[in-house]
C-alpha cells in the first residue's frame, strides 16, 4: 500500500470522487462540457495535489501546494452551490456535498497546522 492511501485526507477524497462522479451523471447534458467537465477538473485536480503534497520534503512547498489545494476546495463549494441553485442538486445532495468538502478542508487545515 502506498503511504498516500494511509492518509485520512487521502480516503475522504477518494469518497467525494465517488460521490462526484455518481452525482454528475444526473446532469443535463447541456452541462457535460462546462459545468460537469469543471467540478471533475477541479476535484481531480485536488486529488493530484495531495498526491504531490505527501511527496514534498520541503515544507515551505509542501504549505504551497496545500494552499493551493484549500483555494481549489473553495472552487468546488463555489460549483457545487452553483449546481443547486441551477437546480442540477436537491438540497439533500447539496449538503451532504458540501459536508464532504468540509471535512475535508479540516482535515486539511490541520495538515497545513502540522507542516508550520
Do not use: H
Amino acid at each position: 500500500m502506498n503511504d498516500v492511501e494511509g492518509l485520512m485526507i487521502y480516503k475522504q477524497y477518494m469518497e467525494l470522487i465517488y460521490y462526484m462522479e455518481n452525482i454528475v451523471l444526473k446532469y443535463p447534458k447541456c452541462e457535460k462540457l462546462s459545468l460537469v467537465s469543471n467540478i471533475k477538473n477541479n476535484t481531480y485536480l485536488g486529488m493530484k495535489k495531495i498526491i504531490m503534497a505527501n511527496k514534498e520534503f520541503n515544507k515551505g512547498k509542501r504549505i504551497n501546494i496545500l494552499n493551493d489545494l484549500d483555494t481549489d476546495m473553495k472552487i468546488l463549494k463555489v460549483l457545487i452551490r452553483l449546481s443547486y441553485k441551477k437546480k442540477y442538486i436537491n438540497g439533500n445532495n447539496y449538503r451532504a456535498w458540501s459536508k464532504k468538502i468540509s471535512n475535508i478542508g479540516n482535515l486539511l487545515g490541520g495538515w497545513i497546522k502540522l507542516c508550520r
